[in-house]
């Protein structure tokens, strides 16, 4: 099995990094046969095809379907799915609320009500406090000596390592020993308030959140006392915590609220993929949340972890609304949310010079037409001047590319035009123009004069700037080609494409359409042309073994294993829309793992359906989950699987589950094999 995996594994690297290289004349004016068409647009606008989903665009006709995706008002959306979110309540939550209800503010994210240490004011008077702090030698030996035992060890505790150096040398070790057991003391109340697997449980039980099988974790859980049963779930692995999502779930309020908020954001995102009916409308957010990509994990100066809050409330309210609306308000959308403003540091960019140091106040002008009086203190910033971060990177990955014609000075004077644009404050993470931030100068982008004296309306003409530029109407349209055509799309057809989004004034619904219904989009140069990122594997592969899903928990783990956590990229170019990056061969041998584990149903919270695949053959069992033939590189691989292994290669090899190990070859192998073959992994 494991010399199989290697050829299917060297096979996949070859087959997936040579694009058509046997085909003289040009592949994408050959036009796709209708059988072909149906499984291309599955899994192009889908995210691969579920069982039946075939048979449903053949009788509706490909162009109708594809219609229907670009209007998904006019598709009902699935009852399956809305009853899997409705579990997941943070989905549902205002900003506001996410606030008031998960956040914790820096000095309160330390060690959650750890106790304090105690100071020298808070045990001596003034005057002795004083005189511990910069008195002599004497007059510290004479107030240490006064003191009885108990307080005196207190006393040494508080001392700051600049005075302990000082202090008698027949107390310093009094002292060290006092601050040693100090320390460990509120280590000890630290481990109570937070205790770990090993605090709640014995060795026995200990094993059993380790390799015990479900029957055994759950009975455990039953033994426990009902106070213990989150603490313990919420210190589970993924792979152990997702068949007890309840138990996890109270867990982590109790341990981390916020990795609820998180957790509900992610799977939802999973479960859509797997379980919309609008299937487009997913594939979209998923692309523009990546163009627009911020970071759930940075943690912002001052500020704190909010980024896990808010990254939800951006993908909700700044993505998914206008992912088939204008460009400009979805540019507008993602540059005036807190998630974005935080990410890229605009949040605290403010005019070269106007305030040179330390804390400020606003001045008495308005913000946002509100007297500025109302608007609450933490309005206030700490000067640091001008941040280029979004100016440089709205330009670059959101607009125009690198080569779209901006210089050096175009990023600082765009920098200079959004200063201002800010949040209010922690607590209250919402946009508002902050005047007293703003450079009033007058500026010059791409060569268009902005006014002196402008306030919020100069970061607008700066969107409006850009929207309507053509190296933007190229740039997104190649980067839309790219994601549904080729790594490398026809430039006929994204300048077919630019065009539509010049005249509609960035209607990306009709950039769109120009590209579905285009030759090159329905080509033989399209067709299998793109490898799957891991999300799109790992959510292709369950949709194709109609798996039903209770829990996505332990797939958002998987798909983290194989290389994209979700939201989770540091970088502000988001993970890659080309198959070169995806295609290691850990990477690939990880797609092989995570097949095998789906096949055999291993996976916490999935169970395939592998009973429509019961009596079938190979080839047929291919066409179910490929939606064709299989390649003969991939035939080759299954009969020379289907020949019986030696035992000790079968017993030993990592990802053979029970069922191979013990010479077991019905469809869960055949399915394991394809799953993890170069057909299944290309779209």
Same mark, same amino acid.
């Not at 709205?394 to 779209?404: N, Q, S």
């Given at each position: ?47 691969? %095809? ?6 449903? #665009? ?5 162009? /109708? ?18 009853? /899997? ?68 060890? /207190? ?9 302990? /150096? ?156 206008? #992912? ?32 040179? #140091? ?19 203190? %933490? ?277 053979? %589950? ?26």
């Amino acid at each position: 099995m494991r010399r199989l995996l290697l050829t299917i594994l060297i096979s996949s690297l070859f087959v997936c990094g040579v694009t058509l290289s046997g085909n003289t004349s040009d592949p994408f004016s050959q036009r796709l046969p209708e059988g072909k068409q149906i499984i291309h647009v599955l899994n192009r606008l889908a995210f691969g %095809p579920r069982p039946g989903d075939e048979d449903a #665009v053949r009788r509706m006709g490909v162009a /109708k379907w594809i219609h229907l995706q670009l209007h998904p008002e006019e598709i009902p959306e699935n009852p399956a799915l809305e009853a /899997k979110l409705k579990p997941l309540d943070t989905l549902r939550l205002s900003t506001a609320d996410l606030m008031d209800n998960y956040f914790a503010p820096p000095q309160n994210m330390m060690m959650p009500m750890q106790r304090p240490q105690e100071r020298l004011e808070d045990l001596l008077s003034q005057e002795d406090a004083q005189k511990v702090r910069l008195g002599t030698a004497e007059e510290r030996e004479e107030i240490l000596k006064s003191l009885e035992p108990e307080k005196r060890r /207190k006393v040494l505790a508080a001392l700051p390592p600049n005075v302990l /150096k000082y202090i008698p040398e027949e107390y310093r070790k009094e002292a060290e020993a006092a601050q040693r057991a100090e320390n460990e003391e509120r280590s000890a109340e630290f481990r109570r308030q937070n205790p770990q697997l090993r605090d709640l449980l014995n060795p026995d039980q200990m094993e059993v959140t380790r390799s015990g099988t479900k029957e055994q974790l759950a009975a455990l859980f039953a033994y426990l006392d009902p106070e213990k049963r989150p603490l313990v779930a919420g210190l589970l692995p993924p792979d152990r915590a997702a068949d007890f999502p309840e138990l996890r779930r109270q867990g982590e309020l109790k341990r981390n609220p916020q990795q609820v908020v998180m957790d509900d954001h992610h799977e939802a995102k999973v479960l859509r993929a797997i379980y919309s009916s609008r299937q487009l409308q997913e594939v979209l957010v998923d692309f523009w949340f990546n163009h627009f990509n911020v970071d759930e994990s940075k943690n912002i100066p001052r500020v704190g972890n909010v980024m896990h809050l808010l990254t939800a409330t951006y993908e909700r309210d700044a993505i998914r609304p206008h #992912v088939f609306g204008h460009f400009k308000d979805l540019l507008l959308a993602t540059a005036q949310h807190p998630a974005m403003l935080y990410y890229l540091d605009n949040w605290d960019s403010m005019a070269p010079g106007s305030f040179n #140091v330390g804390p400020f106040a606003p001045d008495r002008r308005t913000v946002n037409g509100v007297p500025n009086s109302i608007l609450p203190g %933490p309005l206030a910033r700490i000067a640091h001047g001008l941040n280029e971060n979004y100016g440089r990177e709205v330009m670059e990955l959101h607009t125009l590319g690198v080569k779209g014609g901006y210089t050096q000075d175009d990023v600082i004077a765009v920098a200079r035009c959004f200063t201002g644009w800010t949040v209010r404050d922690p607590q209250h993470p919402e946009f508002v123009f902050a005047s007293f931030m703003h450079d009033t100068g007058e500026k010059t982008v791409l060569g268009h004069k902005i006014p002196a004296g402008g306030g919020e309306q100069d970061g607008l003409q700066v969107i409006d700037i850009l929207a309507h530029h053509p190296s933007t109407a190229r740039f997104i349209s190649r980067e839309l080609a790219q994601r549904f055509v080729a790594d490398d799309p026809p430039p006929a057809l994204v300048d077919r494409m630019a065009q539509t989004f010049t005249k509609t004034d960035g209607d990306l619904r009709a950039v769109m359409e120009v590209m579905f219904t285009s030759p090159e989009f329905m080509s033989e140069g399209a067709y299998e042309a793109k490898v799957k990122s891991p999300f799109e594997m790992v959510v292709s592969a369950v949709r194709a073994v109609g798996g039903e899903t209770t829990n996505a928990y332990a797939l958002v783990s998987k798909i983290s294993e194989l290389g994209e956590p979700l939201y989770d990229k540091l970088e502000p170019n988001g993970y890659p829309n080309t198959g070169d990056a995806w295609l290691s061969a850990t990477g690939l041998m990880g797609r092989m793992n995570f097949s095998a584990a789906l096949a055999y149903g291993m996976i916490p919270g999935v169970l395939p359906d592998s009973s429509r695949l019961d009596r079938k053959d190979p080839a047929t069992i291919a066409r179910d989950l490929l939606g064709h033939d299989a390649s003969p590189e991939t035939q080759a691989a299954i009969a020379k699987g289907l020949e019986s292994p030696g035992e000790s290669e079968a017993a030993s090899d990592p990802v053979s %589950p029970d069922g191979i190990a013990s010479g077991h070859k019905g469809p869960a192998f055949i399915t394991t094999l394809l799953l993890g073959s170069p057909d299944f992994q290309r779209r």
